[in-house]
Structures are given as structure tokens and as C-alpha cells.
């Protein structure tokens, strides 16, 4: 946690720290607008990294780094977010995963019955 954390950031922080990503997600976007600095877009990242969603975090740890491009903590999180993003690329492209044939409500293409 940094010390000027609001206190909202800061909860969302132990949510993170704790597993609970979507619980940090629904804190970061009660936020207004004008409240979401680098450190938003970063805890944001790393939210939606942990949940899972990576296109959103890797479009939130870009904008933390454009925000504060001197940052290490923002460095080392887009190369760990970014080298996650091409793995799945990669994955999704060659079909060589599970993953690859789930539907958006979670059933296996190949299982559903028609």
C-alpha cells in the first residue's frame, strides 16, 4: 500500500492481496472518473490480471505506464501481464488448449447436445 492511498484504493489492495478480484473490481469502479490515477489503473491491472481478464488488464497497465512511465512497479507488471497475453495469444491460435473450446457460458463446445 502506498501512503496516499484514499481509503478505497487501500481496500481494494487487500482485496487483491487477499484473492478477492472481483470484490477489488466493484471497490476501483465505484471510483470516479476523476479520481483514477496511475495507482487505479495499475491495482486495476493486477485485479483484473488475477481474475483472469487479461485483455482488460494489459488495456489498464498500458494506461498506468503512459500515466507514470518511470514507474518500476508499473514496468515489471505490464512485462508480467504482457508476457501472459501472448501466451494465451499464442494458445488461442494454435488451439492446442481446452480453453480454446469453452463457450461464453462455460459448456464445452463439443459436449453440447443439439
Not at 37 to 59: C, I, Q, S
Amino acid at each position: 500500500m502506498s501512503a496516499t492511498d484514499s481509503a478505497e484504493l487501500r481496500q481494494a489492495v487487500l482485496f487483491i492481496d487477499g484473492g478477492n478480484y472481483k470484490a477489488a473490481l466493484t471497490v476501483l469502479a465505484a471510483l470516479p472518473i476523476k479520481e483514477r490515477t496511475a495507482r487505479w489503473h495499475y491495482l486495476a491491472a493486477l485485479a483484473n490480471y488475477g481474475a483472469g481478464n487479461t485483455v482488460a488488464a494489459v488495456d489498464q497497465i498500458r494506461t498506468a505506464r503512459k500515466t507514470d512511465p518511470t514507474n518500476g512497479d508499473y514496468r515489471q507488471a505490464e512485462a508480467v501481464i504482457g508476457a501472459r497475453a501472448r501466451t494465451q495469444a499464442r494458445c488461442c491460435e494454435a488451439c492446442t488448449c481446452r480453453a480454446c473450446a469453452l463457450s461464453l457460458d462455460g459448456s464445452v463446445e463439443s459436449d453440447k447436445r443439439e
